[in-house]
């Protein structure tokens, strides 16, 4: 026995730079230069500020690091160096997945991408997004304070979407399946309606900054866009399981690389990402010993958590059980958080 833990490994997506993070690259990875040289070089390729000025900078922009072109690239950087310095010594990665942008990191981690041909993926679409910016996003929760799911909510939700887009000029739908909160995306007349039908909710409905209307067919001229610029002999067989946003697993041995190339810029893109869905095949197919998220921020820990609840994961039924089980043995280690990161590197 190797007295490793095993561990599913979750990338982070878009959202999880803000604030708190700003400086996150060169505090935890600055050290890297090698690694912060491939993404750096990627950047000087399209005339883009680099991201070490994007981190150091003096103060924190929503305008500017919020923006997809800015964003992505630079989440990934963090995301990576926190994937370089998990300590393999303590810990065996059984799977990978990751929420929305996440999953373009997961090729990375995986190696079902070079660290360049990811880099260029991550930083290619996050620029044709931003390019575009087609529509926006909402946040929504389908739960309680207690993490619970509050009963005929999502029906309500749905009933109010179809409501909407009976409007001509209308278009709305579900973006992502997060945990215990639904991301709604849409065109700007849809989601102002939405906004104003959806009932008040401490701040929810929340519109987020700088996000188009991701896993749409709104953006089916990004995706092909993508499809068109980035070949699919970029892309590899995966060395470490991967899930993806409808909970398929991706095998090393069965992973067909065209096949990965079209989901990846082609479905993953236009279609509804299921983050909880792929929670709940990790956890049951891999069935790990610790969930490791990948910083930067710690935003993602709340929907990992309420999807476990979802599935009474070892008997977690609640906000309250699962902070109990974190007390005495954690099952989820954010790289965002100082105090557990030391438990992971």
């Known amino acids: 026995m190797s007295g490793k833990q095993t561990a599913l490994v979750i990338c982070p997506g878009r959202g999880t730079y803000n604030k708190p ?49 800015n964003a992505s690239l630079l989440i990934h950087a963090c995301a990576m160096g926190d994937f370089a310095a998990i300590d393999r010594k303590k810990f065996e990665i059984v799977a990978v997945t990751g929420n929305s942008m996440g999953w373009y990191i997961s090729l990375a981690c995986a190696a079902a991408a070079t660290q360049e041909n990811a880099a260029r993926i991550v930083n290619t679409m996050g620029t044709y997004m931003q390019d575009s910016l087609i529509g926006g996003q909402i946040v929504y929760p389908l739960v309680d304070d207690n993490w619970q799911t509050v009963p005929g909510r999502r029906e309500e939700i749905e009933t109010l979407i179809e409501e909407v887009n009976q409007a001509p000029d209308a278009q709305t739908g579900i973006s992502i399946h997060l945990g215990g909160m639904l991301v709604l995306a849409g065109n700007e007349t849809g989601l102002k309606a939405l906004s104003t039908a959806l009932p008040v909710i401490d701040r929810f409905p929340m519109m987020l900054a700088n996000h188009a209307a991701f896993h749409t067919d709104l953006q089916a001229p990004v995706s092909k866009r993508g499809l068109a610029d980035l070949p699919p002999d970029m892309f590899r067989k995966p060395t470490i399981p991967m899930i993806d946003g409808r909970g398929t697993i991706w095998q090393s041995v069965s992973t067909d690389t065209k096949t990965l190339h079209a989901y990846t810029l082609g479905a993953q893109v236009t279609e509804v990402y299921n983050f909880t869905r792929a929670i709940e095949v990790a956890m049951r197919e891999f069935a790990p010993d610790r969930i490791i998220i990948l910083g930067p921020g710690t935003t993602l820990g709340g929907a990992v958590a309420q999807s476990l609840i979802g599935i009474n994961w070892q008997g977690l039924s609640s906000k309250e059980d699962f902070i109990e089980r974190q007390k005495t043995a954690p099952l989820i280690l954010s790289m965002g958080r100082e105090d557990q990161r030391d438990l992971i590197v």
């Open 21 to 69: 993070e700003l400086g996150y690259l060169a505090r935890h990875h600055g050290h890297r230069k090698d690694l912060l040289a491939t993404f750096e070089t990627e950047r000087t390729r399209l005339s883009q500020p680099n991201l070490s000025s994007l981190d150091s900078a003096d103060r924190y922009s929503v305008a500017t690091h919020t923006r997809g072109d």
